[in-house]
């Protein structure tokens, strides 16, 4: 049985994939899904978050030793848990099945002003420095969604009253997202790029690089935000899908 593990983003948790974890499922049902919580969010939101997406990496793999969950597995992450994936498919490749990679981006690749598109600098203050939960979490939410669900917005203020991420824990986990370098060399992990055309946070054109780069698979959604899961996860599992069926085909050559 193949295993999923599935990595958010900055200040985000495991409750911020909604519904996405069972149309995952629906789609392969011959797989599990785990989700994971980087220290400092979700679960881990009393932990200090590592200043380098290496910690992060250890954390992540401490977590699935103490499960007892054998490798290798698939990835499924985005934003900065993309880029703890990547880290993960160039640091440990026999750990590693394949990663699908959703709207990240990595320094020495992309210039920093698409790496975090300058109109979201002042959603951003208003975040770390705001106090009503609701009001912090709408900005999060127009910012990241192509969609205005009440019911999403509800489930994301009941998630920051419960595991409140910290201001030195948001500031250090963009620290490391801002420091972190595109790995020398491709991993040798099959690898699948998905991206919104309306990411408001990430500008698509870093997916876009990082796929012309070492030449992978790449799909853009062209009406989905930065939560790609959130705005379609239907699209998202059936691009996986799609992507697993490709890879288990058999390539005959000629002669």
Do not use: K
Request: charge should be positive; aromatic fraction near 4%.
């Amino acid at each position: 049985m193949a295993t999923w593990i599935l990595l958010r983003g900055l200040t985000r948790e495991s409750g911020h994939w909604g519904e996405f974890p069972a149309a995952l499922a629906a789609r392969l049902p011959d797989a599990r899904t785990l989700t994971l919580d980087l220290p400092g969010n979700g679960g881990r939101h009393r932990e200090a978050s590592p200043a380098a997406v290496a910690g992060m990496l250890a954390a992540c793999r401490a977590e699935l030793a103490a499960q007892g969950v054998a490798g290798p597995v698939h990835l499924l992450a985005m934003s900065l848990g993309a880029m703890v994936a990547l880290a993960w498919a160039a640091a440990h490749p026999a750990e590693v099945a394949g990663a699908v990679l959703i709207n990240s981006s990595f320094a020495g690749l992309s210039p920093f002003h698409r790496r975090l598109r300058p109109a979201s600098y002042p959603i951003l203050l208003g975040v770390l420095t705001g106090t009503d939960a609701r009001a912090r979490e709408s900005a999060i939410l127009r910012l990241t969604s192509a969609r205005a669900d009440p019911a999403v917005l509800d489930a994301w203020v009941a998630l920051r009253h419960n595991h409140p991420v910290s201001p030195a824990n948001a500031l250090r986990q963009l620290a490391a997202a801002a420091r972190f370098r595109l790995p020398a060399q491709r991993p040798q992990v099959p690898l699948l790029v998905l991206s919104g055309h309306r990411d408001a946070l990430v500008d698509p054109r870093c997916s876009a690089a990082l796929a012309a780069r070492w030449r992978l698979p790449h799909a853009e959604h062209p009406a989905a935000g930065h939560d790609l899961p959130l705005d379609d996860g239907h699209w998202v599992a059936e691009r996986i899908a799609e992507w697993l069926q490709v890879r288990a085909v058999p390539h005959c050559s000629a002669g």
